[in-house]
């Protein structure tokens, strides 16, 4: 079953608009992180967020967490034709002691325009 | 700094045979992840593998199983292969078991015929 659920699943935006994408979970989390897969190849992390903090910046990214309604967003500004891809959230439940299992979305599929 | 490499990159095997992937993490992080990602969906958790030791396990079938080798390295290995198997196999590695951040190879692109 799904954790996390991204919204929207494909998103289309000229180049140099922004472009923001939500998460939403079902279960108290440890963490938040969201991550970018180019054309089905591996993930890139991007930005990982606690549980305890409700925004972070990295260069052009904005996240944003909101743990009571359990929801995220992850915002793209001056979006550039590099950022087509795919964005997962990614949840850490915390389910296994010592371990970490992170239980993905379905991802929104990020298209930008020239 | 090499990241993580993964092989083969793709691969084709038809149903009933067996496959084995392989791993080796960024130099430093002794702990490994296997994630299943069939196409259109979001990565599923298969195990993760800390200094040799299974230390988590997602809801696969015992046809799924996976070793960690003293260099830190990692064997995926899934028998009695089914149609439904036919996926990208991603590895990550990580410093330690919960430090957050995952860093992911390119992954193992399997088809069953």
């Known amino acids: 079953s799904q954790q996390g659920e991204e919204d929207p699943q494909a998103l289309s935006i000229q180049e140099g608009e922004n472009a923001t994408m939500n998460c939403s979970y079902k279960?108290?989390?440890?963490?938040l992180q969201w991550y970018r897969q180019n054309s089905g190849r591996g993930l890139v992390h991007l930005i990982l967020?606690?549980?305890?903090?409700r925004e972070k910046h990295s260069g052009r990214l904005r996240v944003t967490l909101d743990t009571s309604k359990k929801s995220s967003s992850l915002l793209i500004t001056a979006s550039r034709a590099a950022d087509t891809a795919s964005y997962f959230c990614?949840?850490?439940?915390?389910?296994?002691?010592?371990?970490?299992?992170?239980?993905f979305g379905q991802g929104t599929r990020l298209t930008i325009n020239p | 700094d090499a990241g993580v490499t993964q092989s083969p990159t793709h691969l084709i095997k038809t149903r009933g045979q067996q496959v084995t992937l392989r791993c080796s993490p960024i130099?430093?992080?002794?702990?490994v992840s296997w994630y299943q990602q069939v196409l259109g969906q979001g990565p599923q958790f298969i195990f993760q593998?800390?200094?040799?030791?299974?230390?988590g396990r997602g809801n696969f079938p015992d046809r799924f199983s996976a070793r960690q080798f003293p260099n830190y390295s990692s064997e995926l290995n899934v028998n009695a292969l089914l149609l439904g198997d036919s996926a990208l196999y991603l590895c990550?590695?990580?410093?330690?078991?919960?430090?957050?951040?995952?860093?992911f190879g390119e992954g193992s692109r399997l088809t069953v015929l």
């Open positions: 130099s430093g992080h002794k702990s």
């Open positions: 967020i606690r549980s305890n903090e």
């Open positions: 279960t108290s989390i440890n963490n």
């Open positions: 593998y800390y200094e040799k030791e299974e230390r």
């Open positions: 990614a949840t850490d439940l915390n389910l296994i002691q010592g371990a970490q299992k992170l239980v």
């Open positions: 990550a590695s990580s410093v330690g078991p919960i430090t957050g951040e995952l860093f």
